[in-house]
Nanobody, 124 residues
Framework: QVQLVESGGGLVQAGDSLRLSCVAS???????IGWFRQAPGEERKFVAV????????KYADSVKGRFTVSRDNAKNTVYLQMNSLTPEDTAVYYC??????????????????WGQGTQVTISS
């Protein structure tokens, strides 16, 4: 089973950028790596996903055009580049892994491994 460790969160101002990292241990060749976020009092929501095998990506409408997910094969790391941040992006961000699947990638319950989360706070 893949194990994940996120980093890169912090406190920034609206309009700034942050890059989150998700280091995966284990073989990720046929895995989907998803990013989710959870704001206080809200359910965990899908942000983006990367299919490791071909680098294909999908995004939630709320972040499309602002966030970019990418991978570094040599470092076994997936990145979430977040630009033009707004206070509405404030949340704990999690990366998650699942064996490549046809199941809806936005379903958090379809992922089998989760990182510990990293806090992202955007001030106005």
């Amino acid at each position: 089973q893949v194990q994940l460790v996120e980093s890169g969160g912090g406190l920034v101002q609206a309009g700034d950028s942050l890059r989150l990292s998700c280091v995966a241990s284990g073989r990720t060749r046929f895995y989907d790596i998803g990013w989710f976020r959870q704001a206080p009092g809200e359910e965990r929501k899908f942000v983006a996903v990367l299919r490791w095998a071909d680098g294909g990506t999908k995004y939630a409408d709320s972040v499309k055009g602002r966030f970019t997910v990418s991978r570094d094969n040599a470092k076994n790391t997936v990145y979430l580049q977040m630009n033009s941040l707004t206070p509405e992006d404030t949340a704990v961000y999690y990366c998650a892994a699942r064996v490549q699947s046809l199941v809806d990638y936005s379903l958090s319950r379809s992922y089998e491994s989760w990182g510990q989360g990293t806090q992202v706070t955007i001030s106005s």
